[in-house]
């Protein structure tokens, strides 16, 4: 079974830092998820990365999908209270039933 | 209003007890899935469903069971709950599957307490 790890599992910080959270796995994915949750709501997609190296930008976010595709990393410069919230990355199940696959998520608190 | 709903919001039901939650989509999307999330494991997949009349196991699909008469309904029952089935359960749908990767769509989540 693939398994992806997010790191920092918490991130307490003041509005204006910068901040990186991980999302790694010993094995290949062929395409990641990035997705952000707010109390009480479902997961809402920000963004897929399909190539390994591929970076792609959301204003203040910025995604990286690993050379190996093993790893991600999601990057958010001067962060804003409105930020807060779960991040969780997903990856397709490899196996045969090719689902989505979630990490257990990085709880991003952004105080003012 | 279109989008992904899910009903009730919020379910306290005793162990032992059948308990059905129900989604429902506007889009026509073909797939609908439920996940279980829970502190320690995050998103984990129940049962999933590529149209109508055809579901497929996830991850955890023990203790429930789906069906989907209707493209638009998928809904999710425990026939006898137990406590570990305490957790919120969300519904998503989406036009494709992975791995031709889409988007899918998520519900607002049912909280579900088993005493």
């Known amino acids: 079974t693939q398994l992806l790890e997010q790191s920092p599992q918490f991130l307490s910080i003041q509005e204006g830092e910068n901040l990186t959270v991980y999302c790694n796995s010993s094995s290949v994915f062929s395409s990641l998820q990035w997705y952000r949750q707010e109390p009480g709501e479902g997961p809402v997609l920000l963004v897929t990365?399909?190539?390994?190296?591929e970076v792609k930008k959301l204003k203040r976010l910025t995604f990286q999908f690993g050379d190996a595709r093993k790893d991600s990393s999601l990057h958010i410069t001067a962060a804003q209270p409105g930020d807060t919230g779960l991040y969780l990355c997903a990856g397709v199940d490899g196996g045969s039933q090719g689902n989505l696959i979630f990490g257990k998520g990085t709880k991003l608190s952004v105080k003012p | 209003d279109a989008g992904i709903t899910q009903s009730p919001r919020y379910k306290i039901t005793e162990t032992g007890r059948q308990v059905t939650l129900m989604c429902h989509q506007t889009w026509s999307h073909s797939y609908m899935f439920w996940y279980r999330q829970d502190l320690g494991h995050g998103l984990r997949l129940i049962y999933y469903?590529?149209?109508?009349?055809?579901?497929d196991k996830g991850e955890v699909p023990d203790g429930y069971v789906v069906s989907r008469s209707k493209t638009e309904n998928f809904p999710l029952t425990l026939e006898s709950a137990t406590r570990s089935q305490t957790s919120v359960y969300f519904c998503?749908?989406?036009?494709?599957?992975?791995?031709?990767?889409?988007?899918?769509?998520f519900g607002p989540g049912t909280r579900l307490t088993v005493l």
């Open positions: 469903s590529a149209a109508a009349d055809i579901t």
């Open positions: 998503a749908s989406s036009w494709t599957s992975p791995p031709i990767l889409d988007t899918q769509y």
């Open positions: 990365v399909v190539t390994g190296g």
